[in-house]
């Protein structure tokens, strides 16, 4: 939690005078520019907004001190920030709420060794990290925002998985396949954003799939790559990474499901 980096954006008096269409049109470019933020990972989770003492607002969790700064802003997020300040006459304010003591430095992709899409982890975080599992925000990635959409969109999908897995209820099972499948739609999806990440950024880059069910023993760790059944076992940050299927996954500790540790295992 000390890396947390909380923001109040300050964008301007609420005009209780104004007509209908005025705020609409206040709210709608709002979230429009919020939104931008969010799918270039300017910022992480749901942001909060509303009228505080008669002051339009936002707060915000920041990946970096510098994540607001205009080099970042993608030209659509750019153009609604103009049209938000010229409605509401003034400038937008940034005020930090809470430090981020404990933030790390930014992570530089042009020195990572490899990119994985890891996915958001219940936590809003960035799709895409280095080879240590370091988030790498999409705003520093040198991709178009509809690209970016595209990381984000999946990222979306996948926290949508893993909420409805996680909470156990009737779609547990079928959660668990698409996760931890890697030729469910949800994993093939994956890579070809990969494959888009690595075109643009020329980063060999993975895809991490999920995995929670383990099987017996040391069958667990000697489990081959599930696409090409080759050897797989690494010592790095991620326990297994296929080069060629660009794959990589952990070990499960959860014993006595056999029928879900086989789902995501090589089939032969
Ligand atoms: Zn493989």
Request: glycine share 8%.
């Amino acid at each position: 939690m000390k890396s947390h980096i909380l923001a109040q954006l300050t964008f301007g008096p609420w005009r209780d005078d104004a007509d209908e269409e005025w705020e609409n049109s206040v709210e709608h470019t709002l979230v429009w520019f919020l939104g931008h933020l969010l799918r270039c990972s300017q910022i992480i989770g749901d942001p909060v907004y509303g009228i505080i003492e008669g002051v339009v607002q936002a707060q915000v969790r920041l990946p970096h001190l510098d994540a607001l700064d205009a080099h970042h802003m993608s030209s659509c997020g750019r153009a609604d920030l103009e049209k938000l300040e010229c409605l509401l006459g003034c400038r937008m304010e940034i005020r930090l709420l809470a430090s981020g003591c404990g933030v790390q430095d930014q992570t530089d992709w042009k020195q990572a060794t490899w990119l994985v899409l890891y996915g958001a982890s219940l936590q809003g975080l960035a799709p895409v990290r280095d080879q240590n599992l370091a988030c790498i925000p999409s705003y520093l990635l040198p991709m178009d925002e509809l690209q970016k959409e595209k990381l984000f969109f999946w990222a979306c999908d996948e926290d949508c998985h893993s909420r409805l897995w996680f909470s156990s209820g009737s779609l547990e099972k079928e959660t668990y396949v698409a996760m931890a499948d890697p030729r469910s739609a949800l994993n093939v999806r994956a890579r070809e954003l990969a494959a888009m990440v690595e075109k643009a950024t020329g980063k060999p880059t993975y895809t991490y799939l999920f995995r929670h069910y383990s099987l017996p023993g040391d069958s667990e760790l000697t489990r081959p790559c599930p696409l090409c059944g080759g050897a797989w076992k690494v010592e790095e940050a991620v326990e297994f990474r296929c080069e060629p299927c660009r794959l990589t996954s952990s070990s499960a500790a959860d014993l006595g499901e056999e029928e879900l540790a086989r789902i995501g295992t090589w089939q032969g």
